[in-house]
C-alpha cells in the first residue's frame, strides 16, 4: 500500500497478523491497487491507538466513499464495506477523518489488514445474524456433529459433520463420508509436537518446549517461531485439502497460557492462531477456534466455528457467547458431567453439546 507521509507510517506491532500495522495520522490518503478474483466484501481489520478519541475511518473503492465509521477502543475490531466489490483491478484508499488534536495527544488508528471475501450471489441474503457467505463450507449453528480420534471411524454414526484425525484417516475414509452427506473435519495438532506422526523429524529442536502432563512425548511448541512452524502447518493444511477434507479443527492452540517453557505472551497467541485461520480459509477450509476462551472476542471475527471442551464443568460457557451472536456454530464435549446437568443450559444457548470419553472413540451422548 503506498502510503504518503502526510497519512502515516508502518510500525511494529505485535498483535498485528503480520507483526506490523498501517497508523493513520494526518489527512494524507493510503492507497493500494487490489485485483479481485471474484465478487467480494471488503473487511478492514483495525484498532484506536493511544488516546483515540474515536478515530473515524473513511474507505474509498474506485474514488468513491464507501464505509465511513468510528473505531471505538483499542482491540482490533472487523469493518466491512457494505457494498459489493465486484470482480475486477481496485483502488482502495484508507484515511483518518478526524485527525486534529484531542486534548491530551493526536489521534491516531491503526490497520492490520484488508481481506476480501467471496459475496452472497444476488437474490441468496443471509438470514440475520449469520456470517458471511465465504464460498467454503461453514457449519450452521445447529449442526449435529460427532468427534471421533482414536479407532475405525464409525461411519454409522448420525451426524452431519464428522472431526476425524488428518493422519489416521485416508481420502477413502473423507470420500466415504462424504458418500454419506457428510462434511468432515480433520482434526490437526497446531500448538504442540507429538512423536510419531508422519512429519514429527521436521520439527527443530529449538522449538520444542515443556512436556504436557499426562500426554507421553507431547510437547509445547514456540508459537513465535512462525518461520519454523509456518511452513509444517502449512503443509499439514495441504494434506487436509488433498484428502478432501471442509474444515479443520486445531489443538492445544492456547500456549500462551499455559506453562509451555516459552516467554509467550496473548499477542504471540493471537499472531499464531490468525496466521492458522488464515493459512486454513487460503485452502477453502472452515476452521474452529479450539479452547482459547480468553481470547474468544478476539479471534471470533477470523474463525468460522469454536469447538470447546468442558466449559460448563468449568462454568466457562459463556465465554463463547461472541461466536453465537455472530450466528457460529459452538460445539462443546464434556467428559465427566451427566448430559441431564449441561443440556438443558447447552439448548438454551444454542450450543451443540455432548458427552464423550477422554479417549474420543465413537461413543457419545447427545443434546440433540
Known sequence: MHLPRAAGHVVRDGSASDRRALVLVGRGIARASVRVTANSRLTIVVRGDRCSGAPRLVVGVDGARALSQRVSGRRWSVLTVPRTVTAATHRITLRLANPHRTRHCLRRLRADRLLFRAAPAAGTPSPPGSPAVTGRWVPAPRT????????????????????????????????????????????????????????????????????????????????????????????????C?????????????????????????????????????????????????????????????SFDWALNEQCFQYDECDSLRPFALAGKAVFIAEYELEVGSFCPQAQAAGYMAMRKRLDLDAWRETCW
Not at 485416508?170 to 512423536?195: I, M, N
Open 144 to 239: 449435529t456433529w460427532q468427534w471421533q480420534l482414536t479407532g475405525s471411524v464409525d461411519q454409522s454414526v448420525d451426524a452431519q459433520m464428522f472431526d476425524i484425525d488428518l493422519f489416521d484417516n485416508s481420502a477413502s475414509v473423507v470420500t466415504a463420508l462424504h458418500g454419506r452427506g457428510r462434511h468432515v473435519v480433520c482434526y490437526v495438532d497446531a500448538g504442540t509436537y507429538e512423536p510419531g506422526r508422519p512429519d514429527s523429524g521436521t520439527y527443530p529442536a529449538a522449538v520444542l518446549g515443556k512436556a504436557l502432563p499426562d500426554w507421553p512425548g507431547e510437547r509445547w511448541l514456540d508459537v513465535r517461531r512462525l518461520d519454523a512452524l509456518g511452513p509444517i502447518l502449512e503443509s499439514r493444511l495441504d494434506l
Open 241 to 301: 485439502k488433498q484428502k478432501g477434507f471442509d474444515a479443520v479443527e486445531p489443538d492445544n492452540i492456547d500456549a500462551y497460557a499455559n506453562d509451555s517453557g516459552f516467554p509467550l505472551t496473548a499477542d504471540d497467541q493471537l499472531r499464531f492462531n490468525r496466521f492458522l485461520a488464515d493459512a486454513a480459509h487460503a485452502r477453502g477450509l472452515s476452521i474452529g477456534l479450539k479452547n482459547d476462551l480468553d481470547q474468544v472476542a478476539a479471534l471470533q471475527p
